[in-house]
């Protein structure tokens, strides 16, 4: 049997994971991988498809391409959307559907509007073929649809409108392991791409001062350990028309197959400590590191950053301590900061730090000088993922 043909598909990424996210799925087996600006363009079979959904940490989506079309107004994109798919077989009246919007091109600049004029197409041509229509579900759609406007350049390609299949259908940094969340948690794809960044790879310590609900520990055993980010919800491309569900099963028992007790080549994981001075929320990181079945080798301790002795052998740091926008007051903050210096020259050396910052007077305070930058956003705020060399 011939396999069946690669589609194009974009990786939605938060920005600044870019690199990492192409190289996750470029070793996942996406072909065709390019970087994007908040977006990884890649190729997938069927089957690749799938494994990207159960095991890439990194994306906040999948995007499937339906159609790419020339798209000057209103009418293109109406017309251009009743043609871009066989609907007949993706969208009868019975599946329920949601569109989403992103971009601008030919005057059609407000996404609610475009999202619209796309459910309208699709409504009208349902009726016109069975009579009857589907209906919209926000919440929980059978299918949604994502639609994405480019405006295009001058001298060069004209505006255009990619209209996709959202695999996933809800955000793929939820996996499910987190029920319980501290003040300001990481997105669970964000904390696993700040710790590829770091190119930790189990076999030396790793220790959060701050540890919060355990998000950037979690992911970064789940991913030493191969526990497959997507084995624990459900997915919108298991209700397309297309679905093969003994290929999903095959690919969902590679997935399941990937855990172990060790590191890949059989040695043991090193330590991993947390942190963290709110009893109620240490609380949340033991039962969200339960949920996700690592509970086992991540030592979690409550107490205050000023008192945190790491192991004996040096490591990786990872911290997103509070930087002012949502929790405590700058002075505190500062004086924490130059606290948190203090102790990590005085018991940290030969270690490697990654902060998290989103206010740089506050990392001054630390009287160290980074020697990496890695411009990221967690929740639209503008921040910095700071490596420091501890001597
Ligand atoms: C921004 S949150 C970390 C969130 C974490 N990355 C997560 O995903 O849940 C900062 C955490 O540091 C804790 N914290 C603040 N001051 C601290 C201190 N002096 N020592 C230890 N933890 C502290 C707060 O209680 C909070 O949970």
Same mark, same amino acid.
């Given at each position: ?8 598909? /974009? ?112 409504? %009208? ?16 759609? %059978? ?51 700040? !710790? ?21 520990? /979690? ?76 509970? %086992?080798? /991540? ?12 192991? %004996? ?67 639209? /705020? ?7 060399? !501890?001597?």
């Amino acid at each position: 049997m011939a396999s069946p043909s690669p589609f194009d598909v /974009i990786a939605v990424v938060p920005p600044g994971l870019e690199e990492p996210a192409a190289a996750e799925l470029a070793a996942l087996g996406a072909s065709a991988v390019r970087p994007l600006r908040r977006a990884v363009a890649l190729r997938a079979d069927p089957a690749t498809f799938y494994r990207l959904h159960l095991q890439a940490r990194l994306p906040f989506r999948f995007l499937r391409q339906l159609a790419r079309f020339p798209c000057h107004g209103r009418e293109d994109l109406y017309e251009g959307v009743q043609r871009a798919a066989d609907w007949e077989r993706w969208l009868p009246p019975q599946l329920s559907f949601r569109v989403e919007a992103s971009g601008s091109a030919g005057g059609l600049n407000h996404s609610h509007y475009s999202a619209l004029q796309v459910k309208n197409a699709l409504v %009208d041509l349902q009726r016109h073929l069975w009579g009857k229509r589907s209906s919209v579900d926000l919440d929980d759609p %059978d299918v949604v649809l994502h639609l994405h406007l480019s405006p295009g350049r001058p001298g060069g390609a004209g505006p255009e409108a990619v209209l996709s299949l959202d695999g996933g259908g809800a955000s793929l940094h939820r996996r499910g392991y987190r029920a319980a969340m501290g003040l300001a948690p990481l997105k669970e794809n964000l904390a696993a791409g700040l !710790i590829a960044h770091t190119g930790w790879d189990g076999r030396v310590p790793l220790a959060d001062p701050f540890c919060g609900s355990g998000t950037l520990l /979690i992911e970064a055993a789940c991913r030493a350990l191969g526990r497959a980010p997507g084995l624990e919800r459900d997915f919108s491309l298991e209700r397309w028309p297309d679905f093969d569900a003994a290929l999903w099963t095959q690919e969902r028992s590679v997935a399941v197959a990937l855990a172990r007790h060790t590191l890949a080549d059989g040695q043991p994981l090193a330590p991993i400590v947390g942190m963290e001075r709110e009893a109620n929320v240490l609380a949340m990181a033991r039962t969200n590191a339960a949920a996700a079945g690592v509970a %086992d080798w /991540i030592d979690l301790q409550q107490g205050d950053c000023r008192d945190f002795r790491p192991p %004996d052998a040096p490591g990786v740091l990872v911290c997103n301590p509070p930087y002012g926008d949502r929790l405590g007051a700058d002075d505190d903050l500062e004086a924490l900061y130059g606290d948190l210096g203090r102790m990590l020259k005085q018991r940290c050396g030969g270690w490697t730090l990654w902060l998290l910052s989103g206010n740089p007077a506050l990392t001054g305070a630390l009287r160290m000088k980074a020697s990496r930058r890695v411009p990221v956003s967690n929740g639209g /705020i503008d921040c910095r993922w700071l490596r420091y060399d !501890i001597r």
